[in-house]
């Protein structure tokens, strides 16, 4: 045979050959594209609980999981399971969807969560009996509520009326602190403390007489106390409260001086603000656990023809809440501020420039739970409202609220609130 023909006849069986994957060996077979066996099921839970959602697919390895959040990926869910932050009743309706992937394709599945509001004990304390009232669950109560009241020996204020009380609750250790004059009492087992029974200990502030506003790090185990005399507020702080009693000298003293009534404490950002009424001015004070001596505030917030009361920042959304006596141009009392943490200057128009606003009569306090619902209370009422999803309203609101109980606090000054 010719080179030429036994060139030719070569080429022809290689061709053969190839075309019938003789050369290669067998052929692998097709990656087959995922198909999900037991998708995420509907979940519902009350809050803080979080929600777990869990997948199963077929396919040929290697299969791939992205979860997401409403259509948006969530950083870091790419297991076969997926656990939601502690939840609030802001995430009510939301859809969870997981895309489970291969070289030959992909399949999705999604979930919703319901999330209903868990329980919230309210803890109030009112001006000029001092007792202690409880409402196991203000969320559940019918009006008029049966609060528990602690009126043990030492409950009853030491001014009589015309002074301020307050108090803060410690959700970490149980405890709550009531302070009073020179005085803060501490009740041991917060969350079923009821009946006549005495404070578990008691510190005595020496030197310290006025109205007093009080407030909490938890996380440090450091309470403060401000004491506001005509002459000016000086903020003291005892490190280790939860085990400290007697007459103890504070482990820090700062002079603000200003005669300071309604404050709020941002424990994440250690910043203190704190409102003057008789100039309806907000006075905000940076660094507060490093604060010594004499100090001036960071920034300060005025507002005009409020009649100021109460503050209270919503730290997880950055919202400022402010109360007040006297209504707005617009009728309005009940103020919500976003990017609280930049605010500053001079507010000619409160209605203008707040987020929502709410008109409910001469204003007393005002609160945000940690899920996103807002309480009120009037000057003289027995009445507390609830607006659910706060941070969601805007404007004007004009919805009714969507809890109202009667019975809970007459003209409370101290307030908090402990969801679970």
Request: charged share 15%; hydrophobic share 40%; glycine share 8%.
């Amino acid at each position: 045979m010719s080179p030429i023909r036994r060139l030719n006849f070569t080429l022809v069986l290689a061709a053969f050959s190839f075309a019938c994957g003789g050369s290669d060996g067998p052929s692998e077979p097709q990656a087959t594209a995922p198909v999900i066996a037991t998708p995420p099921q509907n979940a519902a839970v009350a809050t803080p609980n979080t929600a777990t959602f869990t997948v199963s697919a077929t396919g040929t390895a290697p299969l791939s999981y992205q979860w997401k959040r409403n259509g948006t990926d969530i950083q870091g869910a790419t297991g076969t399971s997926y656990t939601t932050p502690a939840t609030t009743v802001g995430d009510h309706g939301t859809q969870y969807s997981v895309t489970v992937s291969n070289s030959a394709g992909s399949a999705t599945a999604s979930a919703t969560l319901t999330v209903t509001a868990g329980r919230a004990r309210l803890f109030t304390t009112s001006w000029g009996d001092g007792i202690l009232r409880i409402t196991e669950d203000v969320l559940a109560a019918t009006s008029p509520a049966t609060p528990k009241t602690v009126t043990g020996p030492a409950t009853t204020m030491s001014g009589g009326a015309g002074n301020l009380d307050d108090l803060v609750v410690d959700r970490t250790r149980n405890l709550v602190y009531q302070a009073d004059l020179g005085t803060i009492r501490v009740w041991a087992n917060a969350s079923t403390v009821s009946g006549n029974v005495a404070p578990s200990r008691t510190i005595t502030i020496p030197g310290a007489t006025g109205y007093h506003s009080v407030f909490l790090d938890e996380a440090a185990d450091r309470l403060y106390l401000i004491v506001t005399l005509p002459a000016g507020s000086r903020l003291i702080a005892y490190n280790q409260a939860s085990t400290r009693s007697g007459n103890l000298a504070p482990d820090a003293t700062v002079n603000l001086g200003r005669a300071y009534s309604w404050t709020s404490f941002d424990r994440v950002n250690n910043r203190l603000y704190a409102t003057l009424p008789a100039t309806d001015t907000v006075f905000v004070y940076d660094g507060v656990s490093t604060l010594t001596g004499s100090v001036n505030p960071t920034r300060t917030i005025k507002f005009t023809g409020l009649g100021l009361r109460d503050i209270f920042i919503d730290v997880p959304r950055n919202r400022l809440y402010l109360a007040s006596r006297d209504a707005s141009p617009g009728g309005y009392n009940i103020f919500a501020f976003t990017n609280a943490s930049a605010l500053t200057g001079v507010i000619a128009d409160p209605d203008a420039a707040s987020a929502a606003r709410w008109q409910e009569g001469s204003a007393m306090g005002v609160m945000v739970d940690a899920e996103d619902r807002v309480y009120w209370w009037g000057d003289s009422a027995l009445m507390v409202e609830i607006y659910f999803n706060a941070s969601a309203l805007t404007g004007a609101v004009t919805k009714a609220p969507d809890k109202a109980v009667s019975g809970v606090a007459s003209r409370a000054y101290g307030w908090d609130v402990w969801t679970y």
